[in-house]
């Protein structure tokens, strides 16, 4: 959702009349969104200056809210301008602030500001939109935690439940100003006659008048009417939030159940309706599928993962929900149904392969997680066609993972004779892709991304029999063990390769 300007300036008017010392809640908010301006005018060319300049924005409105406590505007505007810097890496390394602590004070201000208009649908959204946040934050940090995950759920339960009243404000005031429109044009109609009678009698009899300029800035309080973008925004939110408790909470034996009770009590045919109905025609239809099918996919994990679906229906599953959308185009779906495949293949295989003795079982298993994996392969190589995107460095890295997934199909238990075959040739890929990876998240933003091509590059050229220049990346990046474990966890290595690597220490 667009941040909401409560106070704009004329920007065609001088600001050498704003007062030097603001006396009043108005003058306080002017001052705050000129701080901004000038934040986001140094954003892209001087992170530090546009830092110092947003966090004396917020400073503006927190010394504002110090006199005028129940202003919801200043407090909004705090709130937001605080979220919006931990959305920015850049900005974020310049403030020597934990990404979650500055998270955490923003859902405090956000909640501050909802106490003061508990039906503000933009207050709503943003505040569900921090929440959603956290719960990544806290989901990352504790990636192995049953705890986390615990956490995490609850606070993405939390933005369900804002974004739905969110959703219920915003049909209310779309229906009132579609009446409005209708009531307005039958009007117009009616006096267009009337009107134009005036204007030539008025014509005729006229003197020129003068008119008094005002010089001094202007500040006006602006309601943006709600449209149908505005609804399939929220609606799309509410809809990825419930993809991602589903997903996360499939994690967790006892809860999972529940979990899946209170996304299907939230994800009604009404619901899924409303989307499709408000993104039809629309530039957002696409988006508003991919949407669907990712919920259908990730409650489709968990009905596994709780025995209330077997493998074969949760593949099939998966794969008609996105069978017949057309991603050609669409960056974002392509990587959103690769990561579907991707899912579905590593679960099935932690739910069935990993536990089965049946060869047949295990099999079956390997074909259809090489299946998975090269759907997923076809479609991120898709997506890294779009060179411009800015994720483009992550998806030349999970292009490198899928090549290691397959080729360690070939190793126990699945021994799948078509990795085993292929094996030097997805290697190659891998170590390809992940150099690409490296190359594009170098001199910018992306540090952690560029981290983990150098590793995983080297990782690839060792398992192709040349270990030395991981051994190199090992002495100069601390990180590498850590990615390397990782990898192993993800099944992109095994063990017993690692452990065979000189001065490996576990975990």
């Given at each position: 959702?667009?941040?909401?300007?409560?106070?704009?300036?004329?920007?065609?008017?001088?600001?050498?009349?704003?007062?030097?010392?603001?006396?009043?809640?108005?003058?306080?908010?002017?001052?705050?969104?000129?701080?901004e301006?000038?934040?986001?005018?140094?954003?892209?060319?001087?992170?530090?200056?546009?830092?110092?300049?947003?966090?004396r924005?917020?400073?503006?409105?927190?010394?504002?809210?110090?006199?005028?406590?129940?202003?919801?505007?200043?407090?909004?505007?705090?709130?937001?301008?605080?979220?919006?810097?931990?959305?920015?890496?850049?900005?974020?390394?310049?403030?020597?602030?934990?990404?979650?602590?500055?998270?955490?004070?923003?859902?405090?201000?956000?909640?501050?500001?909802?106490?003061?208009?508990?039906?503000?649908?933009?207050?709503?959204?943003?505040?569900?939109?921090?929440?959603?946040?956290?719960?990544?934050?806290?989901?990352?940090?504790?990636?192995?935690?049953?705890?986390?995950?615990?956490?995490?759920?609850?606070?993405?339960?939390?933005?369900?439940?804002?974004?739905?009243?969110?959703?219920?404000?915003?049909?209310?005031?779309?229906?009132?100003?579609?009446?409005?429109?209708?009531?307005?044009?039958?009007?117009?109609?009616?006096?267009?006659?009337?009107?134009?009678?005036?204007?030539?009698?008025?014509?005729?009899?006229?003197?020129?008048?003068?008119?008094?300029?005002?010089?001094?800035?202007?500040?006006?309080?602006?309601?943006?009417?709600?449209?149908?973008?505005?609804?399939?925004?929220?609606?799309?939110?509410?809809?990825?939030?419930?993809?991602?408790?589903?997903?996360?909470?499939?994690?967790?034996?006892?809860?999972?159940?529940?979990?899946?009770?209170?996304?299907?009590?939230f994800?009604?045919?009404?619901?899924?309706?409303?989307?499709?109905?408000?993104?039809?025609?629309t530039?957002r239809?696409?988006?508003?599928?991919?949407?669907?099918?990712?919920?259908?996919?990730?409650?489709?994990?968990?009905?596994?993962?709780?025995r209330?679906?077997?493998?074969?229906?949760?593949?099939?599953?998966?794969?008609?929900?996105?069978?017949?959308?057309?991603?050609?185009?669409?960056?974002?779906?392509?990587?959103?149904?690769?990561?579907?495949?991707?899912?579905?293949?590593?679960?099935?295989?932690?739910?069935?392969?990993?536990?089965?003795?049946d060869?047949?079982?295990?099999?079956?298993?390997?074909?259809?997680?090489?299946?998975?994996?090269?759907?997923?392969?076809?479609?991120?190589?898709?997506a890294?066609?779009?060179?411009?995107?800015?994720?483009?460095?992550?998806?030349?890295?999970?292009?490198?993972?899928?090549?290691?997934?397959?080729?360690?199909?070939?190793?126990?238990?699945?021994?799948?004779?078509?990795?085993?075959?292929?094996?030097?040739?997805?290697?190659?890929?891998?170590?390809?892709?992940?150099?690409?990876?490296?190359?594009?998240?170098?001199?910018?933003?992306?540090?952690?991304?560029?981290?983990?091509?150098?590793?995983?590059?080297?990782?690839?050229?060792?398992?192709?029999?040349?270990?030395?220049?991981?051994e190199?990346?090992?002495?100069?990046?601390?990180?590498?063990?850590?990615?390397?474990?990782?990898?192993?966890?993800?099944?992109?290595?095994?063990?017993?390769?690692?452990?065979?690597?000189?001065?490996l220490?576990?975990?």
């Amino acid at each position: 959702m667009a941040p909401k300007k409560s106070f704009m300036k004329d920007l065609k008017k001088k600001s050498k009349n704003t007062p030097q010392q603001s006396t009043t809640a108005d003058e306080y908010l002017a001052a705050g969104v000129d701080f901004e301006e000038a934040g986001g005018k140094w954003r892209s060319g001087d992170a530090a200056k546009s830092a110092r300049f947003f966090v004396r924005a917020i400073e503006c409105y927190d010394e504002a809210l110090k006199k005028f406590p129940t202003s919801f505007d200043l407090a909004y505007n705090k709130a937001r301008v605080q979220y919006e810097l931990t959305q920015h890496p850049k900005l974020l390394k310049q403030l020597q602030l934990p990404g979650m602590q500055l998270l955490q004070t923003a859902l405090d201000s956000s909640r501050y500001a909802l106490n003061l208009n508990s039906n503000g649908a933009d207050v709503l959204f943003n505040t569900a939109q921090v929440l959603t946040s956290l719960a990544d934050g806290v989901s990352w940090k504790n990636s192995n935690d049953a705890e986390g995950d615990r956490a995490s759920c609850s606070l993405l339960e939390e933005a369900l439940g804002l974004f739905q009243r969110c959703l219920l404000q915003q049909e209310r005031e779309y229906e009132q100003f579609q009446a409005q429109l209708a009531s307005a044009s039958g009007q117009m109609e009616a006096s267009i006659s009337e009107n134009v009678q005036i204007q030539e009698s008025n014509s005729n009899n006229s003197t020129p008048q003068s008119t008094d300029t005002n010089e001094e800035e202007q500040w006006v309080s602006v309601m943006e009417p709600i449209t149908k973008d505005s609804l399939v925004d929220t609606l799309l939110a509410l809809v990825e939030t419930l993809s991602v408790l589903c997903s996360r909470s499939s994690r967790l034996e006892r809860d999972a159940g529940k979990y899946l009770h209170t996304v299907e009590q939230f994800a009604t045919p009404d619901l899924l309706q409303k989307l499709s109905m408000y993104a039809s025609g629309t530039e957002r239809e696409l988006d508003a599928a991919v949407g669907q099918a990712g919920l259908v996919s990730s409650c489709s994990e968990t009905k596994y993962r709780v025995r209330v679906i077997e493998f074969r229906a949760y593949s099939a599953a998966v794969e008609e929900a996105w069978a017949r959308l057309d991603l050609e185009k669409h960056v974002e779906g392509l990587c959103n149904r690769a990561e579907s495949y991707t899912t579905a293949s590593n679960t099935i295989f932690e739910g069935e392969a990993a536990n089965s003795a049946d060869p047949s079982i295990i099999s079956e298993i390997a074909k259809l997680q090489w299946m998975l994996f090269s759907l997923a392969a076809q479609d991120v190589t898709a997506a890294s066609k779009f060179r411009d995107d800015e994720n483009i460095g992550k998806i030349f890295l999970m292009r490198g993972d899928l090549e290691l997934s397959r080729a360690s199909l070939g190793r126990p238990p699945l021994n799948l004779e078509l990795a085993q075959k292929n094996r030097s040739v997805l290697l190659g890929n891998a170590e390809k892709y992940y150099r690409g990876a490296k190359v594009l998240t170098s001199g910018g933003e992306m540090q952690e991304e560029n981290e983990e091509a150098t590793i995983k590059e080297a990782l690839a050229k060792g398992l192709l029999g040349n270990w030395k220049e991981l051994e190199i990346v090992r002495e100069t990046n601390v990180k590498t063990d850590e990615i390397l474990w990782q990898a192993v966890g993800e099944r992109l290595v095994d063990e017993e390769t690692l452990g065979a690597i000189e001065h490996l220490k576990d975990g």
